[in-house]
């Protein structure tokens, strides 16, 4: 007799991030994202339009995927934060205007029932990189991300450290300047005012505006609106010496900032992420040498300083984790 074949039947994911401007949809199976859409996060038409057009992309990738006809087995949501991970609620979020939203239970409502886990953004890319990028195979590491804002996760023993409110791994406001810049929480001289993408973009502006660089002035065509971070890092790759110091300077407290959470965590790797590390060959460099000047000898012998290796998807992967975490034990 003809023994019948028993087919593996992996469970499928729904999969989200959620960002200020954009927004991407996957679905995963245990181990790969089997589908991603990008899609415009549209804050303005509200939280409820966000959740009806994130359950939309779900259809359509599963559609895509020719796997309409199966049901998903749990949805993880990487979502700025300060938020609730219990209750499933986002308490604030400057980006997209949430006031305690009930994300999780909204997403639950548009897809059927399924149950949702969330996670804020820097968790979720710290997990990601943790399981299954560069920091793969470590049980302690640190996760900065460098973008719009700074963020992070600390992640010790293979788990990541929450603390007494849900609210460790604000790394973006450790305050390194007294009466420093003041950054978007309210306080002055957070690590965020000084060496984030808004930080050092501010500072090109303000050399435009004194007349202080030619070629930021050139590679603008003299507009505000059009000097970035990137503006920044380009003029400074072409000689500029007022943009190479800005540089040097977000460099020199992201090290900083680096040495002291070595002496606090003792971590195996700092790994960094976000849209700033597109320039990891400049920075890096920059951020080792001065975290070393701040290291015991045998701290430097064995730290890796890393470079994020997942790309925009980090917190897909995380929050991918996020379902495996709750509907199985975790081996992360
Ligand atoms: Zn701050």
């Excluded at 019948?4 to 679905?27: C, M, N, Q, S």
């Excluded at 990541?160 to 460790?168: E, F, K, P, S």
């Excluded at 050092?200 to 059009?226: C, F, P, T």
Aim: hydrophobic residues 40%.
């Amino acid at each position: 007799m003809m023994q019948r074949p028993t087919w593996k039947h992996e469970d499928l994911y729904g999969v989200v991030d959620i960002g200020g401007t954009k927004i991407i949809a996957g679905i995963a199976s245990d181990d790969a994202l089997l589908a991603t859409k990008r899609i415009s996060t549209d804050a303005l038409k509200g939280p409820d339009d966000i959740t009806k057009r994130i359950a939309a992309t779900f259809t359509e990738l599963k559609e895509e995927l020719n796997l309409s006809c199966r049901t998903l087995s749990g949805i993880g949501v990487s979502v700025p934060g300060p938020l609730n991970t219990k209750e499933g609620i986002v308490h604030f979020t400057g980006n997209l205007k949430w006031v305690d939203y009930p994300v999780a239970e909204r997403l639950q409502a548009e897809c059927g029932g399924v149950s949702v886990y969330i996670d804020d953004d820097g968790n979720c890319a710290g997990i990601g990189e943790a399981c299954h990028g560069a920091g793969k195979g470590m049980q302690h590491i640190v996760y900065i991300t460098i973008s719009t804002g700074i963020g992070g996760a600390v992640i010790m023993d293979g788990q990541v450290y929450r603390g007494h409110q849900d609210l460790a791994g604000e790394i973006g406001h450790m305050t390194m300047i007294p009466d420093g810049p003041l950054c978007s929480c309210g306080n002055s001289g957070c690590l965020e005012a000084i060496a984030s993408g808004t930080a050092i973009g501010l500072q090109g502006r303000q050399l435009l505006l004194q007349g202080k660089s030619d070629i930021v002035a050139r590679l603008s065509n003299g507009r505000m609106d059009e000097v970035s971070a990137e503006t920044v890092f380009l003029a400074a790759e072409q000689g500029d010496s007022a943009c190479q110091a800005i540089i040097r300077n977000a460099g020199i407290y992201l090290g900083i900032a680096a040495a002291n959470l070595v002496h606090v965590l003792n971590p195996q790797a700092i790994v960094f992420g976000g849209g700033v590390m597109r320039q990891s060959a400049v920075l890096l460099p920059l951020i080792t040498s001065e975290m070393n000047r701040h290291l015991f000898k045998v701290q430097q012998d064995r730290i890796q300083v890393k470079a994020a290796e997942l790309g925009d998807k980090s917190g897909l992967w995380g929050a991918k984790r996020l379902i495996a975490g709750k509907s199985k034990q975790s081996n992360m």
